[in-house]
């Protein structure tokens, strides 16, 4: 008999609380594996999003305890995209779920794939009718039987991990002056998340900026607004919009006490263009008086 490896797998689903899903899913991991706790990241992903599941799955992923990840949004259930479990950390860590993306930015937070099996072995699945539910038939046995110490290589046969199917998470781009940007969350306070790091808003472009919500293209539908970065929501009084540096270390439009989103009609995928509102340093020229 192997010896239990792990005791807790971290969940996170699109499958939401209304329906017994992951009540289900939380039965059969007990069920094979009594010893182990499951801690529930979230199960409120918009259906069907890969793209937020990943972000928020790479949000987590820093702090969740060694053992198993166990994350499914997954829209393309019972066709031919792989199941997978991948190592990480040295062994510290499997990730489970569906090789469309899901998985792809926590991985490479966590270090990088270094071992990957695609679970097609029936010994470690529960036998059901239809193929629509993977989560109870597939990825929680599969989280259960890992936690119990069955090996990775017992699962099924091994994927390269470089055939692992990537996430996309967008980058900001310079357009000019201005720094066009995309809200990657928002969370239920109203900040919107910017894919950018404190390091992509230059600091010659100073305190004083202006967002710009919504593509050039369509301009009846382009919001635009003062805004000023901000340590701190409180210091964005009076109604002001700030740029506050957000406990994931990314840029977010924020309000103080508000919903920057709902003011100023944002979403995740919106278009947020930056541009500073600061005149440029003055260029100093060194004079020696008294010379011809």
């Not at 490479?108 to 989560?135: D, K």
């Not at 840029?251 to 995928?269: C, P, T, Y």
Request: proline share 7%.
């Amino acid at each position: 008999m192997t010896e239990p490896r792990f005791d807790t797998v971290s969940f996170l689903t699109d499958y939401g609380t209304s329906d017994e899903f992951v009540g289900v899913v939380k039965s059969v991991i007990r069920d094979l594996a009594p010893h182990v706790w499951v801690i529930d990241l979230t199960h409120e992903i918009v259906p069907f999003d890969i793209r937020a599941g990943s972000l928020a799955l790479a949000r987590c992923i820093g702090y969740v305890p060694s053992g198993v990840v166990l994350a499914v949004v997954d829209p393309g259930v019972a066709t031919n995209r792989r199941a997978v479990a991948i190592e990480v950390a040295g062994g510290a860590g499997v990730v489970i779920g569906p090789d469309n993306g899901l998985l792809a930015p926590a991985v490479a937070m966590a270090g990088g794939a270094e071992r990957a099996f695609e679970l097609t072995n029936p010994e470690y699945q529960i036998e059901a009718a239809g193929a629509t539910f993977a989560g109870r038939d597939i990825f929680a046995p599969a989280a259960a039987h890992v936690c119990n110490g069955v090996d990775l290589s017992e699962l099924g046969p091994e994927v390269d991990p470089v055939l692992l199917l990537p996430g996309t998470v967008p980058l900001p781009r310079e357009d000019g002056d201005a720094l066009v940007t995309e809200v990657l969350w928002v969370d239920r306070f109203g900040n919107a998340q910017l894919n950018v790091g404190p390091d992509d808003l230059p600091v010659a472009w100073g305190s004083h900026l202006q967002v710009q919500v919504g593509a050039p293209t369509d301009p009846s539908g382009v919001t635009v607004r003062r805004a000023v970065r901000a340590t701190s929501f409180a210091e964005l009084s009076g109604g002001a919009v700030g740029l506050v540096l957000d406990s994931y270390g990314m840029l977010a439009v924020a309000m103080d006490q508000r919903s920057a989103a709902e003011e100023l009609g944002l979403a995740a995928g919106d278009q947020v263009t930056i541009v500073s509102l600061d005149d440029p340093p003055a260029v100093a020229t060194q004079v020696v008086l008294g010379r011809r």
